[in-house]
């Protein structure tokens, strides 16, 4: 089961961000959920090194120079063991450096019904591509 999980944490004070630092700071949080999740099952979205799968940048707080940087990645883990596992070691994430970590993870229930709203979508462009064919063949006299 693919299991998708978007992890926000603060990375730095607003006056500390660079590039460089962003970076290195996306990198190192990267490479903590790596660690806190590979005993889940197989790790997807997580880069070696960058922020290619960082989703969302704020400045949260206080205005001015007190403002911190927040940011927010994406990945999955895959398991054939049990979810709970995936949400037990969210909920055990423990870090020095990204202390205000949060997660957000899809259940089972909403996974279904992403895949029900997908197959939905699918059926109505299929009926959709079939409409426009239909209504060709009646106005050519053919239906």
């Given at each position: 089961m693919l299991i998708p999980i978007q992890a926000s944490t603060q990375l730095m004070g607003h006056a500390a961000l660079?590039?460089?630092?962003l970076d290195e700071a996306v990198t190192a949080f990267n490479s903590e959920l790596a660690q806190a999740?590979?005993?889940a099952g197989q790790l997807i979205g997580i880069p070696?090194?960058?922020?290619?799968?960082?989703?969302?940048?704020d400045a949260t707080g206080a205005v001015g120079?007190?403002?911190v940087v927040s940011a927010t990645v994406a990945l999955a883990v895959v398991t054939d063991d049990?979810?709970?596992?995936?949400h037990d070691l969210a909920g055990g994430f423990t870090s020095t450096r990204f202390p205000a970590t949060t997660f957000d993870i899809l259940t089972r229930e909403q996974l279904e019904r992403l895949q029900g709203l997908g197959d939905f979508?699918?059926?109505?462009?299929?009926a959709l591509r079939q409409a426009?064919?239909?209504?060709?063949d009646i106005a050519?006299?053919?239906g």
């Open positions: 660079t590039s460089h630092a999740f590979q005993p070696a090194a960058g922020i290619s799968n960082l989703v969302r940048l120079p007190l403002a049990d979810p709970q596992r995936v979508a699918n059926a109505h462009a299929a426009a064919g239909r209504i060709t050519a006299g053919q």
